[in-house]
């Protein structure tokens, strides 16, 4: 899946911060359960964990991503993939999916504007229904998209009433976070991880709720 978005009155290095910053995704990630960051790599590479609420009757799905960045003059580049850390294996209530690879490449165009590219390539583990592929490709990531440019707009208002100068993306001596040892992870296959077959489930189940997601 890739698609991408021109985000108007929104400088690169805003949309860059709203990325990043896991305390302000709550306020605009609508699917998002849960995520905090596990460990550090490197200055420019972390290990992370993220809770997606799937639209019901499908389980919900969780991923541990290995994660960099890196700046490229006014453009910024975000890359992950699905990795298996020992503290923190697939649990009995969210189905374990796979980040094959996720990025996201911000590009500056002009004073004050960008354009956001997004590309994932992800197994979701399971057997699902053609609708949900559909909805996914034609509903959720433009709304997705959307809704970060919208997050993009408000993020300096929020930024200047919580911890304006703390940015560890940026300024890396801001990072408390525990090390993490890159022998201590291998990288998360697919198919070592439980297939469940949703193919059943039915569209019409989708509460109204699901549809305004």
């Given at each position: 899946l890739q698609t991408r978005i021109s985000c108007?009155?929104?400088?690169?290095?805003?949309l860059y911060d709203v990325l990043h910053d896991t305390?302000?995704?709550e306020k605009w990630?609508?699917?998002m359960i849960e995520t905090y960051d596990i460990g550090r790599l490197t200055v420019n590479a972390d290990v992370g964990y993220?809770?997606?609420k799937c639209p019901s009757p499908l389980k919900n799905r969780d991923f541990v991503t290995l994660r960099s960045w890196l700046p490229l003059g006014n453009d910024y580049i975000i890359l992950n993939y699905s990795v298996k850390h020992p503290k923190y294996p697939?649990?009995?209530?969210f189905v374990r999916a796979v980040s094959l690879q996720t990025g996201y490449l911000i590009k500056a165009n002009g004073a004050g504007a960008c354009i956001l590219y997004y590309l994932t390539q992800v197994d979701p583990r399971g057997s699902l229904p053609k609708w949900v592929v559909n909805r996914v490709s034609q509903f959720v990531a433009p709304k997705a998209m959307k809704k970060i440019y919208k997050a993009g707009l408000k993020y300096p208002e929020w930024k200047r009433k919580h911890d304006p100068e703390y940015?560890?993306?940026v300024y890396p001596e801001q990072n408390t976070l525990?090390?993490?040892?890159?022998?201590?992870?291998s990288v998360q296959h697919a198919d070592s991880l439980e297939n469940i077959d949703e193919t059943g489930l039915s569209e019409d189940h989708l509460s109204t709720s699901d549809h305004e997601a």
């Open positions: 108007k009155d929104v400088p690169a290095e805003t305390r302000y995704r990630d609508s699917n993220y809770s997606w697939p649990r009995k209530d940015k560890p993306w525990p090390s993490v040892s890159l022998a201590e992870l």
